[in-house]
Nanobody, 120 residues
Framework: QVQLVESGGGLVQAGGSLRLSCAAS????????MGWYRQAPGKQRELVAH???????TYADSVKGRFTISRDNAKNTVYLQMNSLKPEDTAVYYC??????????????WGQGTQVTVSS
């Protein structure tokens, strides 16, 4: 069994910063892509950013230049540094990992979500 645990959400004023963390634990053989998604009230869940095992990153256009995703492979942890936050960034942020729990089986795992609220 694999678990993803997020931390770092909270309430911040517009223009402020937050750093989210997501640690994977359990029966992990290797981790492929790790990423962050978000879901605002009444909207579909959307990709924010993801990073491959080799460090290649992808960002949603709405966060380019403001958010930075990184990972520590030794700690099985992915981070999301969020700067210049805007009220429209308010959402529940979810971590997702594409994880091999043995050499032949890869599954997608989700964290429980962490609330980010940006006040104007």
């Amino acid at each position: 069994q694999v678990q993803l645990v997020e931390s770092g959400g909270g309430l911040v004023q517009a223009g402020g910063s937050l750093r989210l963390s997501c640690a994977a634990s359990g029966s992990i053989f290797s981790i492929n892509v790790m990423g962050w998604y978000r879901q605002a009230p009444g909207k579909q869940r959307e990709l924010v950013a993801h990073v491959t095992g080799g460090g290649t990153t992808t960002y949603a256009d709405s966060v380019k230049g403001r958010f930075t995703i990184s990972r520590d492979n030794a700690k099985n942890t992915v981070y999301l540094q969020m700067n210049s936050l805007k009220p429209e960034d308010t959402a529940v942020y979810y971590c997702k990992g594409s994880i091999y729990d043995n050499p032949q089986r890869r599954r997608d795992y989700w964290g429980q979500g962490t609330q980010v609220t940006v006040s104007s």
